[in-house]
């Protein structure tokens, strides 16, 4: 079916508040960010805001959930072009490396957001642990790394990287953690549980 | 590009399919050994214990999780409620 003008300015405008709000969530919080910050980001007035999204709520679980799509698809090529541990690893920062800010918030306040947002995290979790899984169990099985158990790697990985992420500000205040610290954080987890120790 | 109507699995080259057959809708994660598609049932269990094996979590918080993850995919919509 083809869509009418009137219906295509209006899915424009959508697109628009929803990359409007992923970033002034991402700078000032998605708790903390107010309506009128999105309207003003999006250049839109404050009523528009609402013809789109009657309530915070709404507007906060469309970004999730878009964001939760987009971190999918990019978990999923990632995978395509990995072969090592390291290389899933690098991969995954990358990815968070894209969306870094907005990642972050979301790290923070998940547990105070809308379910969608703890089961938005859950499932970019689930698919990045499919992957690191993947690649953990090939180098355990060839002896590259320690026999350990694999939510215990996983959960070693992740907490590391979290806890740069949402300290960001003592790690690399000025830009991108991720840039700053990402290699050493690969190098050191690497060496953690590799059998050559 | 297909994306898995049961996990929503981006579904890209024919190893995202079950048998490799790139005109089903599930992929091969969400397919029984024969290719058919499997049961809500089944991927719950599957998904249960995947998130156990792979994140830790608690066996009560990771069926409850696996079941959010897939009641939002059009093959489970309706039947996960
Ligand atoms: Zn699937």
Redesign the pocket.
């Known amino acids: 079916m083809k869509r009418s003008i009137r219906q295509i300015q209006k899915d424009e405008t959508r697109e628009k508040l929803l990359s409007a709000a992923h970033i002034v969530f991402g700078q000032k919080g998605i708790m903390a960010a107010r309506m009128s910050d999105i309207a003003e980001a999006a250049g839109v007035s404050h009523g528009t805001v609402f013809v789109h999204f009657k309530t915070q709520e709404t507007l906060v679980a469309a970004v999730i959930d878009d964001f939760g799509i987009r971190m999918g698809q990019r978990t999923h090529d990632m995978a395509r072009n990995s072969g090592s541990l390291r290389d899933v690893l690098k991969a995954h920062l990358e990815g968070i490396r894209e969306d870094e800010a907005f990642y972050t918030q979301l790290v923070i306040e998940t547990r105070s957001l809308p379910p969608i947002a703890r089961e938005t995290m859950i499932s970019i979790q689930s698919a990045v642990s499919f992957h690191i899984n993947q690649a953990a169990q090939r180098e355990m099985d060839a002896g590259v790394i320690k026999p350990m158990s694999m939510a215990l790697l996983f959960n070693t990985w992740i907490g590391l990287v979290h806890y740069y992420l949402t300290n960001r500000d003592l790690f690399s205040p000025e830009k991108s953690v991720i840039e700053t610290c990402g290699s050493m954080l690969i190098d050191h987890f690497m060496h953690m549980i590799s059998s050559a120790n | 590009m297909k994306v898995?109507?049961?996990?929503?699995?981006p579904m890209n080259s024919p190893e995202d399919f079950p048998l490799g057959d790139v005109s089903k809708d599930?992929?091969?994660?969400?397919a029984r050994p024969d290719g058919s598609m499997q049961s809500f049932d089944e991927k719950l269990q599957g998904t249960t214990e995947f998130i156990i094996r792979t994140q830790g979590f608690d066996a009560k918080v990771a069926r409850e999780s696996a079941r959010a993850m897939l009641s939002r995919q059009p093959a489970w919509k309706s039947v996960s409620q």
């Open positions: 898995c109507i049961s996990c929503g699995m599930y992929c091969i994660h969400c």
